[in-house]
């Protein structure tokens, strides 16, 4: 996958299939599928850090994990979130951000919002660094959204989020990801723009779909959005594994000669 693919599937109506990753372990069994395209998403506050929004991420997070995963998985297209203000300051810091999450090993960058970005936007395309748009549900707006719900239930919110979906493509976006928003607003973004759009929570009719690596898995058990689907019951599977680790070593079975090096 280049990003050159991304425009062909849109063209060809083949849909693009992403996927969240954080860390080396995880890159490792992605990077053995057919995923399309991994986002290291400044999620990764909450996923693997235990926070209750992605505000806490930051700069030296997001590059730390950008990093295992491109070990983990060299061949993917990996797109690297820029945390919450670290592309709102002077056009300097925001570059110097960007900078380093793509020497960390991403692909290209992804941000949020098109109000106030469209001037870096282009500044970034210009510079030989491909961006990724985020409109919709934006977590790193969460305090001013007032919480996480559907966005664009409203025919003037529909149209401001058509008229920033046209600015982030005028901008140079190469794709745009459209988070909880309703099922016929998303279809019709999707049909009017000429770049991609890869949704979660947005209906079947986009470009493509993303998930978060542990939705996918059923590894969130506290964490239930009616968009998500869990493809395997991964909590209670691992679960089962360390009880049976548990009892076979309380019970001697483990470890067995097979187990244990001769002198």
Do not use: W
């Not at 996958?1 to 693009?16: A, G, L, P, T």
């Not at 400044?42 to 950008?66: E, N, P, R």
Request: glycine share 8%.
């Amino acid at each position: 996958m280049n990003i050159f693919d991304f425009q062909r599937k849109k063209q060809s109506n083949e849909k693009i299939s992403m996927l969240t990753c954080y860390d080396y372990t995880s890159a490792r069994i992605v990077a053995n599928t057919s995923i399309d395209c991994l986002l290291v998403g400044d999620s990764v506050a909450m996923t693997m850090h235990g926070f209750k929004d992605t505000l806490a991420a930051t700069l030296d997070m997001m590059c730390m994990h950008t990093e295992a995963v491109n070990r983990g998985a060299p061949n993917k297209f990996i797109v690297g979130d820029l945390p919450f203000l670290s592309y709102r300051k002077s056009i300097t810091k925001s570059v110097e951000a960007a900078e380093r999450l793509m020497k960390s090993g991403a692909n290209a960058i992804k941000l949020e919002g098109a109000i106030g970005n469209e001037k870096f936007i282009r500044h970034m395309t210009d510079s030989g660094v491909p961006v990724m748009g985020h409109l919709g549900l934006t977590p790193q707006l969460i305090h001013t959204l007032g919480g996480h719900k559907i966005q664009a239930k409203t025919e003037e919110a529909q149209e401001k989020l058509k008229n920033d979906a046209f600015a982030l493509q005028a901008a140079g976006c190469f794709a745009i990801v459209l988070e909880c928003v309703p099922r016929k607003i998303a279809k019709e973004i999707t049909e009017l723009l000429s770049i991609p759009t890869i949704g979660i929570g947005a209906g079947p009719d986009t470009n493509g779909q993303v998930l978060v690596f542990q939705d996918l898995l059923g590894l969130n058990i506290d964490f239930k959005p009616k968009f998500v689907k869990n493809f395997m019951k991964g909590f209670s599977h691992v679960s089962e594994s360390i009880e049976n680790y548990v009892k076979d070593l309380q019970s001697g079975d483990f470890p067995q000669n097979e187990h244990c090096y001769e002198s």
